[in-house]
């Protein structure tokens, strides 16, 4: 019999967001793998810190913060061998993600290479989109409009056009990952008049949390790698 493959969603960073179902999942894991930023402490594990068991075998995966797929796909392929290892002698292996694991998680790449060969478990997290709704109070779009979601590092004008597109029916937008990229996003923003509706957010749900409109953030210190921007949309309901 081999082991299952658990990805654990963890939510968006304060530890009592982790689900009921994911603690106790993590609470009685043998093996616990996370990714990690390369010389970088890891995330994910700080959030599951409180639950992971003092014994647990930990799997570290140290992955560069690159746009390029490589070396990271093959940083996910050495980890995805290094944790079939322990399925294969029947231990269950938690994979532990921030945010949700099938909303841009890194567990993606681990599950394509495993999935055909192991049964697979997936427990949901809140979703870093929803943790920034809640720490701006802002509802994100309303009835029938739609909701976007875009990735800071897309190419300018590919970013504006999407943007545009969303804008003409009036749905709501979240910009993630914003980064280095915060002054390409103000720029955009600014050129459509959605710049002063812009609502920055950092560190949502953690005691460091930081919540402004986006015309007040500074391009070059105050954006790191996770923050977000929310666009919301025209609620009906809104103006009354």
Do not use: W
Request: proline share 7%; charged share 25%.
């Amino acid at each position: 019999m081999t082991g299952t493959l658990v990805g654990v969603g963890l939510g968006p960073g304060d530890a009592e967001l982790v689900t009921v179902k994911a603690a106790r999942r993590i609470e009685t894991a043998k093996v616990i793998a996370y990714p990690s930023p390369e010389g970088g402490e890891s995330f994910a594990r700080e959030i599951a810190k409180p639950y992971i068991p003092k014994d647990a075998i930990e799997i570290p995966i140290s992955v560069p913060m690159k746009e390029a797929r490589f070396p990271a796909q093959e940083i996910y392929r050495s980890a995805a061998s290094e944790i079939a290892k322990y399925l294969d002698q029947g231990c269950d292996v938690i994979v532990l993600c921030q945010g949700d694991p099938f909303f841009y998680g890194s567990f993606m790449y681990l599950f394509a290479e495993l999935k055909g060969a192991y049964s697979v478990e997936i427990i949901p997290g809140v979703s870093s989109l929803m943790g920034c709704a809640a720490a701006a109070k802002q509802p994100l779009c309303a009835r029938l409009e739609a909701l976007s979601v875009l990735p800071a590092p897309m190419h300018e004008n590919e970013l504006r056009c999407r943007i545009e597109g969303v804008n003409k029916g009036l749905g709501g937008i979240v910009i993630i990952k914003i980064g280095r990229h915060v002054k390409k996003v103000k720029r955009v923003l600014h050129s459509l008049r959605l710049a002063e509706k812009a609502v920055f957010i950092a560190h949502a749900s953690l005691p460091q949390e930081r919540v402004m409109k986006l015309m007040e953030v500074d391009d070059e210190t105050d954006s790191p790698y996770f923050s977000t921007i929310l666009v919301p949309g025209r609620d009906p309901y809104g103006s009354r």
